[in-house]
């Protein structure tokens, strides 16, 4: 088995533990009976969850970038801006079910919601870049943060929402 597909399916079966138990409560041994590989060969590439999750936001962040359309480069900065956070959204969206559930989790573990915010931040850099915006610098940094922000108004809505197409987010 290659190390993308067990990266994939531990990223899978930490996201469907997580739709049904709190994070706290998901063991390695879970995910890796999940993700049908051994304890030892899920070590081998992850310090525990937190380490999973910072992969599986790589991993969204990376096909997001893989799927940049040349043809909006013209457009209005809001259009692209618009146009790659969709594209995040729709990546998201067979995965909602887990993020509800670390959404909870993360209401009641402060140190969860800390690791859930650096990745959210770290996302929207990149995401700002897929957009022909620059995130470099305290400027860059705070137009993160502020994306960050934004989004954490709408995650409540995504969530939500089970259409596809994703007209209300």
Same mark, same amino acid.
């Given at each position: 088995?290659? =190390?993308?597909?067990?990266? @994939? ?30 304890? +030892? ?6 310090? =525990?969850?937190? !380490?999973?999750?910072?992969?599986? +936001?790589?991993?969204?962040?990376? %096909?997001?970038?893989? =799927? ?15 146009? /790659? ?7 998201? *969206?067979?995965?909602? +079910? ?7 989790? +993360?209401?009641? !573990?402060?140190?969860? &919601?800390?690791?859930? $915010?650096?990745? /959210?931040?770290? *996302? ?5 870049? $897929? $957009? ?9 940094? &705070?137009? $993160? ?6 989004? @954490?108004? /709408? &995650?409540?809505?995504?969530?939500? %929402?089970?259409?596809? =197409?994703?007209?209300?987010?």
């Amino acid at each position: 088995m290659s =190390g993308e597909t067990m990266t @994939t399916r531990a990223e899978q079966a930490l996201l469907e533990l997580l739709s049904k138990k709190p994070f706290q409560a998901v063991a390695m041994g879970e995910i890796a009976a999940g993700a049908e590989v051994s304890l +030892a060969d899920l070590r081998r590439v992850y310090d =525990g969850p937190l !380490d999973i999750l910072s992969g599986f +936001a790589r991993r969204i962040d990376v %096909e997001v970038l893989e =799927g940049i359309d040349p043809a909006m480069a013209g457009e209005p900065a809001k259009d692209r801006l618009f146009d /790659v956070l969709m594209r995040r959204f729709d990546l998201l *969206s067979p995965h909602r +079910a887990g993020i509800r559930g670390l959404e909870r989790s +993360a209401r009641r !573990d402060p140190v969860l &919601a800390l690791h859930l $915010a650096r990745l /959210v931040v770290g *996302s929207q850099t990149w995401i700002l870049e $897929a $957009a022909g915006l620059s995130a470099a610098g305290p400027k860059g940094a &705070a137009k $993160a943060v502020a994306l960050a922000a934004a989004l @954490t108004r /709408v &995650a409540p809505i995504f969530l939500g %929402e089970d259409e596809a =197409g994703l007209p209300k987010t």
